[in-house]
């Protein structure tokens, strides 16, 4: 199993542009989830999904779309970045939508917005 | 809404020394509360977790937690600190009926030799 994978690594955008992270996890997990990390504000939940069909809004939802076309796959959309969502964005997965169970991350996406 | 609280932002501890990262937490409910602990330039990595019964909860790479439900704690521990745990970790809980985690903001720990 690869895990949850997340692509790009890196991205530089400017501001106004738009793009994509993509996540993907290969092992049959409802639950998905996004979560920025901040220097001194640990990580806050952005967009989360209990499965296919299904998603909702975190603690910092505004600037950022989510869809769940598929199990495996949760991507992040932002339609017209800006300097405040320079962050370390972090995808996650769980079994299923219950709160013992244990979420696995992605290796993340750092993001500049100039 | 619930809480978490590392009232440490770094601990510096030295090899071979026993090691202690604190955390407080806030809910409604019982609580079920993980650590992560995360390497530079990497995700965050699942150590242990406590759900219910045994206060002692053992986990990954010798690491240890005691929930303490009359202080609202959940302290992660290790018996003799290796410079390889040097890492950022991660206290979080969940509550209710919802995967929701919230998250500490965070303890940088320092082993040296």
């Known amino acids: 199993n690869a895990g949850v994978t997340q692509t790009p690594k890196f991205q530089v955008l400017k501001t106004g542009q738009s793009m994509t992270l993509q996540c993907a996890q290969d092992m049959n997990h409802e639950y998905m989830s996004w979560y920025r990390q901040d220097p001194g504000m640990g990580l806050r939940l952005i967009h989360y999904?209990?499965?296919?069909?299904?998603?909702d809004q975190g603690e910092v939802p505004n600037g950022y779309n989510v869809s769940r076309s598929t199990t495996e796959d949760f991507p992040l959309r932002l339609l017209s970045a800006a300097p405040s969502q320079t962050s370390v964005y972090f995808c996650?997965?769980?079994?299923?939508?219950?709160?013992?169970?244990?979420?696995?991350f992605g290796p993340g996406t750092r993001l500049l917005v100039l | 809404a619930q809480s978490v609280a590392q009232p440490e932002d770094q601990v510096n501890v030295a090899e071979g020394n026993p090691l202690t990262v604190k955390c407080t937490y806030s809910?409604?409910?019982?609580?079920?509360l993980f650590w992560y602990v995360q390497y530079p330039n990497r995700g965050l990595q699942f150590l242990l977790k406590?759900?219910?019964?045994?206060?002692l909860v053992k986990g990954s790479y010798g690491f240890e937690a005691e929930f303490n439900k009359s202080q609202t704690s959940f302290h992660l521990k290790k018996p003799s600190a290796l410079v390889s745990d040097s890492a950022l970790y991660f206290c979080?809980?969940?509550?209710?009926?919802?995967?929701?985690?919230?998250f500490g903001t965070g303890t940088r720990l320092q082993v040296t030799l």
């Open positions: 809910v409604s409910g019982n609580p079920y």
């Open positions: 406590y759900i219910t019964g045994d206060n």
């Open positions: 979080a809980v969940a509550a209710g009926t919802a995967s929701k985690l919230t």
């Open positions: 996650a997965s769980s079994y299923g939508d219950r709160p013992h169970e244990t979420q696995y």
């Open positions: 999904s209990v499965g296919a069909g299904i998603t």
